[in-house]
C-alpha cells in the first residue's frame, strides 16, 4: 500500500508546495506593489506633452540683485509622521519643528494640511528624487545602462537643463555637501554636469578635519556633523562677492530604522521615530541659525 501511495503523496506535496509559493509570491508583489508597477510602465500619459516647459525655451529672467539660495534635501522625510487630525499616521507628532517650518511658510500640499505631492515612478529614491526636484522629469533610465551604476563614465542626463544649469549660466557659485560618497547613485556626476562647481562629502570631510580619517558611520558621518560643516563652509562661501546656490542632503533618516546619533532622544518606541524626531529639531536649528546670518 505505502508504495502504491508514493507517487500520489509526492504529486500532492509538489503541488502544496506550488500553491504556498504562489501565496509567498502574491504577498510579496501586493507588498512591494508590483501591479502598479507593471500598470504604469504600460500607462500612456500626456503629462509632458501638456505640461512641461523646457527650460531651453522658456525666458527665465533674474533680478538684478540675485538672492542667495539654500536646498535642503531630507532623506526619506515623510508626513505619515504627523498626527492623524494633520494627514499622518500616528496619534502624535513625532517632527513638530518641521510641521510648524511648513505651517508658517510656503507650503506644497495637496490637501489644507501640511500634506505633500505624489510620488510617482521614477522619483522616490534619492538620486531620482533629486533629478526629479531639479530637472523637473523622473530618473527612468534604468541604473545598468553603464556597468557600474548612474554617472560610472563621468556622464549623467547630458541632454537635459536642470536648476543648477539654470543657476550656473547666471553666475551663482555651487557647492553640494552630503554625508555620504557623493559618487554613489551617480549623484557627483550628475551636479558637476550640470553646473555644481565644488562637492563635498565623506572624503572632503575628512580632509578638512570634521571628522577623524578613519570615521565611518552609517552612510558616511551623520547629520549632526553634517549641519556643522555647512555652518563652517556656508560662513566661508557667503564672504564672496558672487551669490551662491549650496545644496546639501540629510541621511540619518534612511531606511532601514534610521541612525540614532548621540544626540538624539529615545521619545517614542519605534526607533524611526525618534530618528525622525531627531531630525525635525536639528533642520529647524539648522534653518534658525541661517535666519540669523547675514546672508
Not at 31 to 57: C, F, I, M, W
Not at 85 to 103: F, W
Not at 137 to 145: A, C, E, N, T, W
Request: a negative charge.
Amino acid at each position: 500500500r505505502a508504495f502504491q501511495l508514493f507517487p500520489l503523496q509526492r504529486w500532492v506535496s509538489a503541488a502544496l508546495c506550488l500553491v504556498f509559493c504562489c501565496c509567498l509570491f502574491l504577498g510579496a508583489a501586493n507588498a512591494v506593489g508590483l501591479s502598479d508597477y507593471l500598470q504604469n510602465r504600460h500607462t500612456y500619459s500626456d503629462l509632458y506633452e501638456q505640461e512641461y516647459r523646457d527650460p531651453k525655451e522658456t525666458a527665465i529672467t533674474f533680478p538684478e540683485q540675485k538672492r542667495n539660495l539654500i536646498y535642503i534635501y531630507l532623506e526619506s522625510m515623510e508626513t505619515s509622521f504627523l498626527p492623524k487630525e494633520q494627514g499622518g499616521l500616528l496619534d502624535y507628532n513625532a517632527i513638530p519643528e518641521l510641521t510648524a517650518l511648513a505651517q508658517e511658510n510656503i507650503n506644497f500640499s495637496h490637501n489644507t494640511n501640511v500634506g505633500g505631492f505624489s510620488v510617482v515612478p521614477g522619483t522616490s529614491w534619492t538620486i531620482g528624487a533629486m533629478v526629479a526636484q531639479t530637472a523637473g522629469i523622473p530618473l527612468k533610465v534604468p541604473s545598468d545602462v553603464e556597468p557600474d551604476g548612474y554617472g560610472s563614465d563621468g556622464v549623467f542626463l547630458p541632454g537635459i537643463t536642470s536648476l543648477t544649469d539654470i543657476l550656473k549660466e547666471n553666475g551663482y557659485y555651487q557647492p553640494l555637501m552630503v554625508g555620504s560618497d557623493s559618487a554613489f547613485g551617480g549623484r557627483k556626476a550628475y551636479y558637476e554636469m550640470h553646473g555644481v562647481d565644488k562637492i563635498y562629502d565623506l572624503y572632503t570631510a575628512r580632509q578638512d578635519g570634521i571628522i577623524p580619517e578613519d570615521y565611518a558611520v552609517w552612510w558616511g558621518y551623520e547629520d549632526l556633523r553634517l549641519f556643522e560643516y555647512a555652518k563652517q563652509e556656508l560662513t566661508k562661501i557667503a564672504q564672496q562677492e558672487q551669490p551662491f546656490a549650496f545644496t546639501m542632503l540629510t541621511a540619518d533618516t534612511h531606511h532601514i530604522a534610521g541612525y540614532l546619533c548621540s544626540e538624539c532622544e529615545n521619545t517614542y518606541e519605534e526607533q524611526y521615530e525618534n530618528v525622525y524626531a531627531c531630525s525635525s529639531r536639528q533642520v529647524a536649528a539648522f534653518v534658525e541659525w541661517l535666519r540669523q546670518q547675514d546672508f
